[in-house]
Every structure is written in C-alpha cells, then in structure tokens.
C-alpha cells in the first residue's frame, strides 16, 4: 500500500469514527445543556463600572442593547453616523441609568475614525473593554437590483467594520486582560433569504469571522476575551423590515420580535459567555439539522416554502416604491 492510498484510508476512517461518535457528542452536549441551564445557571459576569462601545446604537437594537449594559451598570459609548441622535439617546441613557454614556459620531467604514474614537472615548469615560459590532445596513434602495455603491457599502459597514473595530479595541483587552467582543449578525448569517445577496453574504461573514477569532485566541492561549455571535431574526425596530416581514408572509410564520427581547437575550447570553446565539432559539438546531444533507436537499428544504410565497417579491418591489 503507498503512502497516498494509506492517508486517504487514514483521513476516512476518521471521518467514520467522528460519525459514529456523534450521537454520543450529542447526548452529553443536550444533558450539558440542560444542567447549565436549568439546573445550575452558570454565573454571570459583573460589568459594572466598565465601559462599552456599541456601533450604531443610537436607534434600533444598538440602542436597545445599549440600554440593557446601562441597566447592568456598564458605562456606554454611543457611536453612530446620525450624531443628533445618538446625543439624544445618551442623554436618555445617562439621566434613566446614573451611568456615564456619551455620543460619538462614526463612520465604522474608516478605520482612522476607529483609532480616534478609541482615543477620545479613553479621555473621555475610560477604556473599553466590551465591544458590540451592531452597525448595520439592511436593506437597498432597489432590493432586486442594487447599485454597485450600495452592494459596497453594506459590505464595508457590515462587514469589513468588525476588522477595525477588533483591532482597534481588543487591544485594551489584551492590556487589562478582560474583554468581550459581540458581534450581531442575522439568521441570515444562517440560512438563505431570496433577494438578499449581499446582506445574506456579510452576515455569515461575519459569523466565520467570530469563528476564525475564538480560533485565534485559543492559539494564542487568550482565554481572558469572550466572543459572542448573535443571529436575531425579523425586528420591529425597523419600518421597512417591518414591513416587509408582513408583506413576504414571513410574519405568519413567525411573530416579530421587539428590540427589547432580543438585547436582553442577548446581553445576558454575552454576561454567561455563551458563543453563539439564535434568536428564537429554534434556528440553532434548525439550521444545524440542515447542514447534514446533502447540498442538493438543503437547496430544496430552503426554496420549497419560498417558492410558495409569492409575496417576497412583491413585497420588495413595495418596499422600492416607497
């Protein structure tokens, strides 16, 4: 036998002893599951006095999650592009929670911009050593047919952003030794919506990019900085995808789920260190389940109940007209 031959027959057989391995794996990681869950809570983590930078929090679930970290006592940066409103949902911030909260103007697609607001932020309130990448572009102007600048620029916004934000930010991590890093993706970073290209594509980016991260830490032997992937469904913060949740019939499916809902699951999940989080939780499995068909069957569970709804389509056409 040749030593090719001997690593394919190598590398499958392991393949087999991983398969037949999972049912095992399954089992203790529900039981887990259920005991940290239920049974003991895992402690939650203590942020009072810290400071978070949250991205396009001045509206929407950035605000939302904002609002939630303030509660937990945690000083606030409000970063976003629309500063006039940013200032006001810091001054809300401040004068509900007595904690420091402060707006920033930012451009998350400028990584000079980043360095600086490190910079100000640090003289300003005090170092940050959480993170939430939130930011976000969700739809086009023409959903069917988007321009060249706007595919670039929700490719830049959702997901180059976390390249700069990261870099810039985990270094005060690494200096004090403690950190969090959450990054909101989409259930769209999970599964396929028609019509949604791009969006689609920089939401599971993202989520690759939190993987690959977790990965690097543990190279690195940096057990001291949490990262956490939020994949939250249709919201009623935003009109248009309000809108077009009712009009697809996505909303009889499934009910919309309010800002509030989500930065709670999703701070308390950050708070117990929890790596990835679905919202509603049933997405976790659901999409877990899909990946072990076949590509082929995948395609066919994904498209079926969409082909079927004729209104996606129309709802985004609705969408352009407005």
């Known amino acids: 036998m040749s030593t090719q031959t001997f690593k394919i027959i190598r590398a499958w057989l392991l ?22 869950t239920f049974i003991v809570k895992k ?9 978070a930078v949250i991205t396009g929090s ?10 939630e970290l303030a509660a937990k006592g945690c000083n606030v940066a409000i970063c976003d592009i629309n500063y006039e409103l940013a200032v006001s949902t810091a001054q809300e911030i401040a004068d509900k929670y007595g904690v420091k909260a402060k707006a920033y103007k930012v451009d998350v697609t400028k990584y ?17 050593t959480i993170l939430v990448n939130n930011a976000g572009l969700l739809l086009h102007s023409d959903q069917l047919n988007p321009s060249l600048e706007e595919i670039d620029l929700m490719v830049k916004v959702n997901y180059t952003s976390h390249f700069w934000t990261n870099r810039v930010f985990m ?16 259930i769209a970073g999970l599964v396929t919506l028609p ?22 830490l543990k190279l690195q032997e940096i057990n001291y900085i949490g990262l ?23 909303a009889d499916l499934y009910p919309l789920m309010a800002g509030e ?24 499995l659901s999409y877990r389940l899909l990946t072990l068909l076949p590509a082929k069957a995948q395609d066919w569970v994904t498209y079926a109940p969409i082909s079927r709804m004729n209104g996606v389509k129309k709802a985004f056409e609705s969408i352009k007209r407005k």
Request: proline residues 3%; contains cysteine.
């Open 15 to 36: 393949i087999g002893f991983i398969w037949a391995s999972m049912p095992i794996v399954l089992t203790i990681s529900i039981v887990k599951y259920i005991y940290d």
């Open 43 to 51: 402690e939650i983590k203590n942020i009072t006095g810290e400071v």
């Open 58 to 67: 001045a509206g929407g679930l950035g605000k939302c999650i904002a609002k």
């Open 112 to 128: 000079q911009e980043i360095v600086e607001l490190n910079e100000k932020l640090t003289k300003d309130i005090g170092a940050a």
């Open 171 to 186: 270094e005060n991590m690494k200096k004090v030794r403690k950190g969090h890093i959450m990054a909101i993706s989409s």
């Open 195 to 216: 019509q949604s290209e791009p969006y689609c594509s920089t939401k599971t980016a993202v989520r690759t990019l939190m993987r690959v991260l977790r990965a690097d």
């Open 228 to 250: 956490t992937t939020v994949f939250p469904s249709f919201l009623q913060t935003h009109g248009l995808v309000k809108q077009l949740a009712t009009e697809s019939g996505y």
């Open 261 to 284: 809902e989500v930065a709670k699951r999703a701070v308390n999940g950050m708070l117990r260190d929890e790596v990835e989080i679905a919202i509603p939780g049933f997405f976790a």
